[in-house]
């Protein structure tokens, strides 16, 4: 039985009463007495969990009590005092909850571990907080008990409501006007269904489409998403239904996913007469699904983690060679005549075998990459390896391909937050010429990031934060750009090319708390990136000097508390030269660099054919 540590604080439950409230803190990983006869019995419980029901359990079962009551105290946007008459702004306030349509009750109950007449289990209230904070819709939420006279307890969960109905427009650093627009509603008719229509900007291309996306298909746990969009050279259709698993006490993952894409891959090719990159389009057609489950063994802090999935991959390029991006004939003289070397198409079907460590816990966190919102960070220890065996009788391609994924992070001496996560993947061609090297598709990707506050209600912290990518005997098309995509702010998106990357980030970052802390959470950054790339087996790419700068920025959450950031940065290069005259001015959405921003890279990502292509341990998600 798992021991938790707690205080007390009085709450007020629904209808005036109030009880003590207990505060959930982090839960101890203890050993079973006998590993095997757990792990027999923890199989059993996932084969077969109709016959190990909360409610036909007897009453020893039960030592905490049954839930005898569930009570959802779910809040709009805005809370009362900001919007009662006299406040300022109120009558703003309250015209915006009135506009805003609610979660809806049975909405948070499917989301949550529990329901009435379950066994008291203090561990899935801590789940199901975070569950709920990691929607789009909620902005923060608090599950607590209330132990009654007879034994049983109260659960309530109190929640507060994003702002769900969003425009947001797409900019790129160093260019005048707007590159795209999203309109998108996160919670349609309080459903917690997503649906979007974009005009946007892809790899230079113009892409308009739409899409839709629900965590409860038809009443279940299902989550589904379907997205449509029509690309320059053809369309694109992404679709994908999931089983995922629900907190740290879910043991069965599955997940089917399809992809069909249209595009032309970005080449950037230096050019002297013009002073500044060049940019050139290669048409590439890409279908891909897989399909699998992942089942979880052991407890809560210590899981192992087997899967399976059949993986297929066809991509083929209608031609060989690049063509400017107006359509236009080549007018520089490009490496290999304008030819991409060396490329392959990809036509397989493989078996993909997953395995993995999980030994993690969450710790709940305010204004790390929130201005003050309230955030889960996962610290602890994770690793996971996939190989996947192409089947040769019906595949063209001869193959042996291995992804490996490790995360650590913890708190390190004077209260700094820090980790780590690399990734990796590559292919074995059995098929490849006598004598030569057999691995192809060789990508690398390395995060790390660490955070520092003077104090838990300090105003300040800073940030700092490094990352790596590259690629090595690549047979599909491949380059990564050093600029403002790569996270070097204050520079064009692409002003040098090459096939390994390093940038580097000290930010410090501060909550101003005016004008009006009632309506929006403001905060400022100042901050130096550095960077630099080396060509690798890139024709078309050159090693650069290592190139910095430095700039101020804004920070922006709507509402107060809001996880979701915008961000307006201003920056000038300053080495090797530097340039007064080459201010840049970039808007994004959330924090450009740190924790959150560390993620599969956008140019690995593009080129990557890793058959699962998410962690196997938020598998599906």
């Not at 075998?353 to 602890?380: H, S, T």
Request: glycine share 10%; net charge positive; charged share 25%.
């Amino acid at each position: 039985m798992l021991k938790l540590s707690s205080r007390f604080r009085t709450a007020p439950l629904p209808g005036g009463a109030s009880a003590p409230r207990r505060e959930a803190s982090r839960l101890p990983n203890p050993r079973p007495r006998n590993r095997w006869i757990r792990a027999l019995a923890l199989l059993a419980a996932a084969l077969f969990p109709c016959a190990l029901t909360a409610q036909e359990a007897p009453a020893d079962e039960c030592p905490g009590g049954r839930v005898s009551q569930v009570f959802i105290d779910n809040r709009s946007v805005f809370n009362t005092e900001a919007g009662k008459p006299g406040s300022r702004f109120g009558w703003a306030f309250r015209l915006a909850n009135r506009a805003h349509v609610r979660t809806r009750d049975q909405v948070i109950r499917r989301e949550i571990l529990f329901k009435e007449g379950d066994c008291y289990d203090p561990a899935l209230l801590l789940d199901s907080e975070r569950i709920l904070r990691s929607t789009s819709y909620i902005a923060d939420a608090d599950v607590f008990a209330v132990r009654q006279p007879d034994g049983s307890t109260h659960v309530v969960v109190e929640t507060r409501d994003e702002w769900s109905t969003r425009l947001e427009p797409q900019m790129e650093s160093g260019e005048v006007g707007l590159r795209g627009l999203e309109l998108r509603e996160d919670n349609l008719l309080g459903r917690g269904q997503r649906v979007s229509a974009f005009i946007k900007e892809r790899q230079g291309e113009r892409v308009f489409g739409a899409s839709f996306a629900t965590r409860h298909l038809f009443g279940t746990h299902t989550d589904a998403e379907l997205s449509l969009a029509r690309t320059p050279v053809g369309y694109s259709v992404q679709q994908r239904l999931a089983w995922p698993f629900r907190g740290e006490a879910g043991r069965w993952a599955l997940r089917e996913q399809f992809e069909h894409e249209e595009n032309n891959f970005e080449f950037w090719i230096p050019d002297a007469e013009r002073g500044r990159p060049r940019r050139f389009l290669f048409p590439e057609e890409r279908r891909a699904f897989d399909v699998g489950t992942v089942f979880r063994l052991g407890q809560r802090g210590n899981l192992t983690l087997f899967g399976m999935a059949l993986a297929g991959d066809w991509t083929v390029y209608p031609r060989d060679s690049l063509r400017t991006s107006g359509g236009g004939k080549v007018t520089i003289p490009l490496p290999g005549g304008g030819k991409v070397i060396g490329l392959d198409s990809v036509s397989s079907l493989r078996l993909v075998f997953l395995a993995g460590q999980r030994n993690v816990w969450f710790e709940r966190r305010r204004a790390l990459d929130a201005i003050r919102g309230a955030e889960d960070v996962r610290l602890g220890v994770e690793a996971e390896v996939g190989i996947g065996r192409s089947l040769s009788a019906i595949s063209t391609d001869d193959d042996l391909t291995i992804d490996l994924g490790f995360f650590a992070a913890g708190q390190l001496p004077r209260g700094v937050l820090a980790g780590v996560r690399l990734v990796g993947e590559g292919r074995r061609d059995y098929a490849a010429p006598v004598g030569t090297f057999e691995w192809r598709n060789l990508f690398g990707q390395a995060d790390g990031w660490a955070y520092w506050r003077p104090g838990p209600d300090s105003r300040f912290t800073w940030v700092a934060a490094a990352a790596m990518d590259g690629g090595w005997r690549t047979t599909v098309p491949f380059q990564l750009t050093l600029g403002s995509r790569a996270g070097m702010r204050g520079y064009r998106p692409h002003v040098f090319m090459g096939e390994r990357r390093a940038v580097a980030t000290l930010e410090h970052r501060a909550y101003l708390g005016w004008p009006y802390p009632r309506l929006f959470d403001l905060g400022s950054a100042a901050f130096v990136d550095v960077g630099k790339i080396w060509q690798g087996g890139d024709l078309y790419g050159r090693e650069s000097p290592v190139q910095a700068s430095a700039g101020l920025g804004l920070r922006v959450a709507f509402p107060p508390g809001s996880r979701r950031t915008y961000r307006l940065d201003i920056a000038a290069p300053v080495a090797p030269h530097f340039e007064p005259g080459g201010i840049q001015l970039s808007l994004g959405i959330g924090q450009a660099v740190g924790r959150s921003a560390a993620d599969d890279h956008a140019q690995i990502r593009r080129s990557s054919r890793r058959a699962l292509s998410a962690s196997l341990f938020s598998f599906p998600n």
